[in-house]
């Protein structure tokens, strides 16, 4: 019984420590956990291109005024263009098939995809290219047009970048940059509507864009002489 009751009190402080240790997780910034990875805070310049295994391009909206729903693109593409001596002069493009939705239920992906959301036979694909990278405070903001359902509007993403791993032999080396930043989708004409007897909106008004991307830097090829 002794023994029960010990082991009993050790797990009960190891799940206290747990989880007060994963609220200051969630609680500490972008950078600070970046900096807890190890990862070197500088690399090369030039072109990074989207590593889509390991790459997360997606969404959160909350649902019926209680919790966020998430959701992501399977199928995209995007390029970084790195400059590590002025990162005000770097940039970056990406582009996602709208029909790759993913929210984990195919009855309301298939719903995501008619004209009441994302119309994907009409405009297959959404975009953002940016058009200025500045800093702000602590952080980075990039700036650029994204377009979805054939509406292009000025967006900003506060984003951070998680570091960089050399150069191996198979690619010129990596770099991880995370960013987020609530759009309304009623700006890019997804306007459908279906309120609760309360007034609450069973989908809401603002959407949570989410990025987490790891991007790799093809290797050199030498030159033949």
């Known amino acids: 019984m002794k023994r029960a009751f010990y082991l009993a009190a050790f797990a009960f402080i190891a799940m206290v420590v747990l989880v007060n ?11 600070e956990r970046f900096a807890l990875g190890g990862a070197d805070q500088t690399g090369e310049s030039g072109n990074y291109n989207f590593d889509k295994a390991h790459s997360f391009i997606g969404f959160r909206v909350n649902h019926n005024g209680l919790i966020e729903v998430p959701g992501f693109f399977r199928d995209f593409t995007g390029a970084i263009t790195y400059d590590a001596k002025d990162v005000t002069k770097s940039s970056v493009t990406f582009t996602a098939k709208v029909t790759s939705v993913d929210t984990g239920v195919q009855g309301r992906d298939n719903h995501l995809r008619t004209p009441d959301f994302f119309e994907v036979e009409k405009f297959p694909e959404l975009s953002f290219k940016s ?3 500045e800093k702000k405070g602590k952080n980075w903001m990039v700036t650029g047009d994204l377009m979805m359902k054939g509406v292009t509007k000025s967006i900003s993403f506060p984003f951070n970048i998680a570091g960089f791993l050399p150069a191996n032999e198979r690619n010129g080396g990596r770099m991880g940059v ?16 279906n309120k609760l007897p309360s007034g609450l909106q069973v989908v809401s008004d603002q959407v949570k864009v989410v990025l987490q991307i790891e991007a790799v830097r093809p290797k050199e090829t030498p030159q033949v002489q």
């Open 21 to 31: 240790t994963g609220a200051e997780a969630v609680s500490s910034s972008l950078a």
């Open 131 to 133: 058009t200025k990278v």
């Open 178 to 193: 995370a960013a987020e930043t609530v759009i309304n989708r009623r700006d890019f004409g997804v306007n459908w509507d």
